[in-house]
């Protein structure tokens, strides 16, 4: 199965910046649709972003639409998600994820989530 791998975490102040990128090996993730999760202590893991592989359509949650931006690189099979204006509350262990089959798009479950990296810290405070 495709194995994942996220990087990039770590403090950031608010209002600061931070990409977390997620690379992949084995089948092309040209053929998946790719997904961000963050969850904090005591919290439900919460879908934050995803892309769907057929028509390139993105999903991002209210709490970060117009902050965070998910993108790809098919070429070194690896997927970002560039983060920005970051509060506090954003703080929490960010997993990436990937399925050859899912559309992904409103309430993203991990369950529909077949591929999943270990997860990276990030913690946004002053």
């Known amino acids: 199965q495709l194995q994942l791998v996220e990087s990039g975490g770590g403090l950031v102040q608010p209002g600061g910046s931070r990409r977390l990128s997620c690379a992949a090996s084995?089948?092309?993730?040209?053929?998946?649709?790719i997904g961000w999760f963050r969850q904090a202590p005591g919290n439900e893991r919460e879908g934050i972003s995803c892309?769907?592989?057929?028509?390139?359509?993105?999903y991002y949650s209210d709490s970060v639409k117009g902050r965070f931006t998910l993108s790809r690189d098919n070429a070194k099979n690896t997927f970002y998600l560039q983060m920005t204006s970051l509060k506090p509350e954003d703080t929490g262990v960010y997993y990436c994820?990937?399925?050859?089959?899912?559309?992904?798009?409103?309430?993203?479950?991990?369950?529909?989530?077949?591929?999943w990296g270990r997860g990276t810290q990030v913690t946004v405070s002053s």
């Open positions: 994820a990937a399925d050859p089959d899912l559309y992904c798009g409103g309430d993203m479950s991990p369950g529909d989530f077949t591929s």
């Open positions: 084995g089948p092309t993730l040209a053929y998946h649709a």
């Open positions: 892309i769907n592989r057929s028509d390139g359509s993105t």
